[in-house]
């Protein structure tokens, strides 16, 4: 009887803990490490189409729009704060993208 116990005791506590471990293992697997996440993020405002200028915080498609009719009329942007110069486009458009935004 105590070998029954004692058997049905560890059983219970296996299965116990078998779900606590795979959910730490899920929550391991699910983390991206920063750099990889800013490489995936990272916008060439000068090859960029349409949806991939919509990646950018606030740029949705009338602001990605004006971005690439910027472009077509006056070339490749020379450095990020020039895109300032886009209607609609501010100071706080570089705070929220700078170091999302490349040449």
Same mark, same amino acid.
């Given at each position: ?28 697997? /699910?983390?991206?490490? !920063? ?36 472009? #077509?009329? /006056?070339?490749?942007? !020379?450095?990020?704060? #020039? ?8 100071? /706080? ?6 170091? /999302?935004?490349?040449?």
């Amino acid at each position: 009887m105590k070998r029954f116990k004692l058997v049905t005791l560890l059983v219970g506590m296996l299965g116990a803990a078998s779900p606590l471990m795979a959910a730490d293992g899920m929550s391991q697997q /699910n983390v991206t490490p !920063k750099s990889q996440q800013q490489v995936a993020s990272m916008v060439n405002i000068n090859k960029a189409n349409i949806d991939q200028l919509q990646q950018l915080k606030g740029v949705g498609k009338k602001k990605a729009q004006a971005i690439m009719k910027y472009r #077509q009329t /006056n070339g490749e942007f !020379k450095t990020v704060e #020039q895109i300032t110069e886009v209607s609609g486009i501010g100071e /706080n458009f570089i705070k929220l993208n700078g170091k /999302n935004i490349a040449l």
